[in-house]
């Protein structure tokens, strides 16, 4: 009995090292399995969170911020890290799909950007640490510099909590961060079948082998837009790059949405409509949210809700008409 913990030994080890100075146990170390496991928490959160009614929605943006010595001991396998997020993002979604009648996401692709830090948010940053940010769309860091919004509502583990909770990040707090192009990616939507890997991690910026042209590297965009403000006596044109962009009144929370025709009027709705290319139909689409009226070709498209848009076909040729007071013509590229 002398030899228990609380015996002699134990007395003569608190002795030589008061329990005060014990060694702190060690750290998990950051493996790829962790980040994995970091975004995969992250998202199915964002299901429970974010699905509404009949529709599931879920976060489709994710920062991935690590201590610069991970970040050089990860990146190499940031694009496979990348590949098995999105299998277990579908296979998530296909485990919790049953209650719902559609998949509504926000955004038109998974974007992901990894970062390093040794501070985000006024806490330090260890070489242990994996924090993950997600929102449903739009999040810009790095690039705060002009931008009138000051804060973003996103989804992140709190430290107090340990849990992924919704909360607001000050734009300036990515300012500490270091992202760089080779650790950003976008894939596009896929629900289906999955495609080769060389397919589905493109780099933003670069031309993967075989892989499609991502929205933001056609110079000449899916679309042009020319819209007139009758109020302002305005006119001004709009290229839109993304598969689904949003038409929006023009204000300070909207500025960092990256897919948001943001339009200078007071007769905009906020949002007022969603625009969207239909891969399966090789055709363009609206969805109207305002409770003033959208017309396009002279034809009233029915208000629907921004979490269960009914989409109606658009013409490669239109007129859209906002609230009677701003023009949209609508020009597919060919």
């Known amino acids: 009995m002398s030899n228990q913990s609380g015996g002699w030994l134990g007395k003569l080890g608190n002795l030589l090292v008061p329990p005060s100075q014990q060694p702190p146990a060690q750290a998990a170390a950051v493996t790829n399995k962790r980040i994995l496991d970091e975004l995969v928490a992250s998202f199915e959160d964002s ?142 939507f896929n629900f289906q079948s ?34 007139y403000i009758a109020e302002l006596n305005k006119e001004a044109t709009y290229l839109m790059r993304d598969r689904e962009i949003v038409v929006a009144r023009k204000e300070p929370d909207n500025q960092h949405f990256p897919n948001y025709l943001l339009v200078e009027s007071a007769y905009v709705s906020n949002p007022h409509a969603r625009i969207r290319y239909n891969d399966a139909t090789s055709s363009f689409e609206l969805a109207s949210f305002s409770r003033n009226e959208t017309r396009v070709n002279e034809q009233l498209i029915p208000r629907s809700e921004p979490a269960s848009p009914q989409w109606y076909s658009l013409p490669d040729k239109a007129q859209i008409l906002l609230n009677s007071m701003v023009t949209l013509n609508f020009q597919r590229n060919a």
């Open 194 to 227: 999955p495609a080769p890997a060389s397919q589905r991690v493109p780099v933003v910026g670069a031309t993967a082998s075989g892989s499609p042209a991502l929205p933001r590297s056609l110079s000449a965009g899916l679309a042009e837009i020319n819209y």
């Open 47 to 188: 299901i429970g969170r974010e699905s509404v009614g009949s529709s599931m929605l879920f976060n489709a943006h994710f920062l991935i911020i690590l201590h610069p010595e991970t970040y050089e001991a990860r990146q190499n396998a940031f694009p496979v890290i990348v590949n098995e997020a999105v299998d277990a993002f579908k296979q998530c979604i296909d485990q919790q799909k049953e209650p719902y009648e559609r998949i509504s996401p926000v955004a038109s692709s998974w974007f992901f950007k990894f970062g390093a830090g040794r501070e985000f948010g006024g806490e330090p940053v260890d070489p242990a640490d994996v924090k993950v940010v997600g929102a449903l769309t739009g999040i810009l860091p790095g690039n705060v510099q002009g931008q009138s919004a000051e804060k973003l509502n996103v989804t992140r583990r709190v430290k107090q909590t340990n849990r992924y909770e919704k909360v607001d990040v000050d734009l300036h707090t990515f300012q500490h961060i270091d992202f760089r192009e080779p650790g950003a990616f976008v894939v596009k």
